[in-house]
């Protein structure tokens, strides 16, 4: 699997770039950090986001990860990149 950790709310390179990198039959993943995680980023892959890094109460349509669960992605995958 490929990880991309996003970290901007404005990057929409990277959900593209990696939406092109699942077409091509490779497994991806969505990994938002940071700013990227209140920015309502949309996509059909995987997508994982920092809990700690929501607001209180914050509302998020994908799934919620603590820092143990993000070092465990970061483990599992065999490319991470961060945008």
Do not use: N
């Amino acid at each position: 699997m490929t990880l991309h950790i996003i970290r901007q709310a404005s990057d929409a390179q990277a959900v593209h770039t990696a939406e092109q990198q699942a077409a091509s039959g490779r497994h991806v993943a969505l990994l938002l950090l940071q700013d990227a995680a209140q920015a309502g980023v949309q996509s059909a892959l995987p997508t994982f986001v920092c809990s700690d890094d929501l607001p209180p109460g914050g509302q998020s349509p994908h799934e919620r990860v603590d820092y143990d669960r993000i070092a465990q992605l970061i483990d599992e995958a065999e490319k991470v990149v961060c945008w």
